[in-house]
């Protein structure tokens, strides 16, 4: 058994307990609830909520089936999917979503996915003009867990492909290996494509052309340059017991720049948006305020350190205009960004003779 106090895991621990905080949120859980969720894991509640703490595959399986309990959604997979996001898978998410194409994201979840669930497989074939994702699932698990957990992994590997290529992907060809559920016509609300049930394999079938679009969804060195500048000001946060305001740091740094918002926040500490204004308090801190601490050091940072244009620096940070951009800069730093960078460039760039 864990020991809760001092944050000891099992051997063979190596699954990121991101995914079942993920779950909890689904299900809206506070920390008082949270017992329920690990019931017959032998974690606890600390445990779960260290962001770098590991779990068992069976810790893992045990979760799912004590959520798909605790929900009375037999569908809870296709939600936890749609959930998913680049942060949740870590660096794998970050190179996948930062990949030039989608087949070159898939390429590199099939390398990565060991990292972060090591008893799922992805395998990848192609047959004449189209690319099959088969996926599999290793070790012994009951059918209501693999059926929840081929709904979220079909899910996840389709978002990954609708956001990169800008489109719903209508051609894709979904098979499930288990039999067509009760809640089958809510597979609509969650997956494109054609379904298929009680077939041999779990498998996604894809036109190649699809897959190698190229990624509509950002400029792939732009995405690189922000996702160095966030693992930088990760780093720095000092490590130890952490604070509410380092935490929230963290969760600002996981997400694109401005769009965790306070519910989301509160939600992801499992308590209610006023207990962390509390908390934030005791700590003589604000969400707003940490906030714009954030973006503030972000904008700087571009200007300082890249030659993009304000414009793009705007997109960069989720501004929906560069006027807004403008304005909220000046109230970090009483002067506009262009300002602000002639500033810097205007510093003496060499050190003084002795």
Not at 77 to 82: A, D, F, I, P, T
Not at 262 to 286: I, W
Request: some cysteine.
């Amino acid at each position: 058994m864990t020991d809760d106090t001092n944050g000891s895991q099992k051997v063979g621990a190596d699954i990121p307990s991101t995914y079942s905080r993920l779950i909890a949120r689904e299900l809206n859980l506070l920390a008082k609830n949270l017992p329920r969720l690990l019931k017959g894991t032998g974690l606890g509640t600390k445990q779960l909520l260290n962001d770098d703490s590991l779990i068992t595959v069976e810790q893992q399986v045990q979760i799912l089936r004590n959520a798909l309990e605790l929900s009375g959604q037999p569908e809870l997979g296709l939600r936890l999917g749609k959930r998913l996001t680049p942060a949740t898978h870590g660096a794998m998410g970050f190179v996948a979503y930062s990949s030039p194409d989608y087949h070159s994201a898939l390429k590199a979840i099939h390398t990565f996915l060991p990292t972060r669930a090591s008893f799922i497989e992805l395998h990848l074939q192609y047959v004449s003009e189209h690319l099959e994702c088969i996926v599999d699932f290793q070790g012994e698990l009951d059918d209501e867990v693999r059926r929840c957990l081929s709904d979220t992994m079909v899910t996840t590997l389709l978002e990954f492909g609708e956001f990169m290529i800008g489109r719903p992907l209508h051609e894709a060809r979904i098979y499930f290996a288990h039999p067509k559920p009760e809640y089958h016509s809510l597979y609509s609300e969650f997956l494109s494509g054609q379904l298929f049930f009680d077939r041999e394999q779990l498998k996604v079938r894809l036109p190649l052309a699809a897959c190698r679009e190229p990624n509509a969804s950002a400029n792939h060195k732009n995405y690189q340059l922000a996702l160095q500048q966030c693992e930088s000001m990760l780093e720095k946060l000092q490590p130890g017991h952490p604070t509410y305001q380092t935490r929230l740091k963290k969760m600002m740094l996981s997400r694109p720049p401005g769009t965790l918002s306070e519910e989301e926040a509160a939600a992801s500490l499992f308590m209610s948006k006023r207990t962390l204004a509390r908390k934030l308090k005791q700590e003589s801190s604000g969400f707003r305020e940490i906030r714009d601490e954030i973006l503030s050091q972000q904008a700087s940072s571009y200007l300082r350190d890249t030659q993009l244009t304000i414009e793009a620096i705007a997109a960069l940070m989720n501004y929906h205009d560069s006027a807004n951009f403008r304005r909220a800069f000046k109230r970090w730093f009483g002067l506009p960004p262009e300002q602000f960078r002639q500033n810097i460039r205007a510093q003496p760039t060499h050190k003084a003779e002795g």
